[in-house]
């Protein structure tokens, strides 16, 4: 049973505008949330994390805002530029002592940016 | 530098052959996983290590093996026994914690021929 979902398998935008990729979670028990970037035929790279305790976690053109009472959070783009186009990746995974940090991802959305 | 290796890049097997992926690392991070990306899926956790010497199954962990024989390597095998074994395979590690995530390897293609 997939713990986090990206229902937005594609998104395409402009150049210049801003660029938002949802995600939404079941497991009430995750404290800590990232996104991953992808380009083809290459290991995903870490972008930007939240923890549970925040709402909003801002890094550049890239902010991510935390729903926790739905479940949801969101990645902005802004602006949005033709490096940024890629994959897109949720993740999550339950802190504490005794965890072993498994991240659960999300299927991935893919961003183009047109110019 | 440091980093993470994984090797070959692409990888060709036969029915019914087994086949070892590699993963090195020399970050010094404790804990290791093997992730399989599939087309529309995501990725899905194979097998991980906390510490040498030990191992767990992850969500999909049938057809696959795995050692920790030393902290830099955690190779996974790949046996005849995974039915559907044609994927992009991911190796990441962490560090104990892991505000950060992971970093992952550069990936092996394998292709069932």
């Known amino acids: 049973d997939q713990q986090v979902k990206q229902n937005s398998p594609s998104l395409s935008v402009q150049e210049g505008r801003i660029s938002i990729l949802n995600c939404d979670y079941t497991n009430s028990m995750f404290d800590y949330f990232l996104w991953y970037k992808k380009y083809p035929a290459e290991g995903p790279t870490f972008l930007i994390s939240?923890?549970?305790?925040?709402d909003k976690n801002e890094d550049g053109r890239f902010t991510v805002f935390l729903n926790k009472s739905a479940k949801h959070l969101s990645l902005h783009i802004v602006p949005s530029q033709p490096g940024d186009s890629a994959v897109y990746f949720c993740a999550a995974y339950v802190g504490g002592l005794l965890n072993d940090y498994k991240l659960s991802f999300g299927a991935g959305t893919t961003v183009t940016v047109r110019a | 530098d440091g980093g993470i290796t994984q090797s070959p890049k692409y990888l060709f097997r036969k029915e019914g052959q087994n086949v070892t992926l590699s993963c090195e690392q020399n970050?010094?991070?404790?804990?290791m996983y093997w992730y399989r990306q599939d087309p529309g899926q995501g990725l899905r956790l194979i097998y991980y290590?906390?510490?040498?010497?030990?191992?767990q199954k992850g969500d999909i962990a049938e057809g696959y093996s795995v050692s920790r024989e030393k902290k830099e390597s955690f190779p996974l095998t790949v046996t005849s026994a995974q039915k559907n074994p044609t994927a992009f395979y991911l190796c990441?590690?962490?560090?104990?914690?892991?505000?950060?995530?992971?970093?992952f390897g550069s990936g092996t293609r394998l292709t069932v021929v």
């Open positions: 990441a590690v962490t560090k104990d914690r892991g505000h950060y995530g992971y970093t």
């Open positions: 290590s906390q510490i040498v010497n030990d191992f």
């Open positions: 939240i923890s549970s305790i925040k």
């Open positions: 970050l010094n991070h404790d804990a």
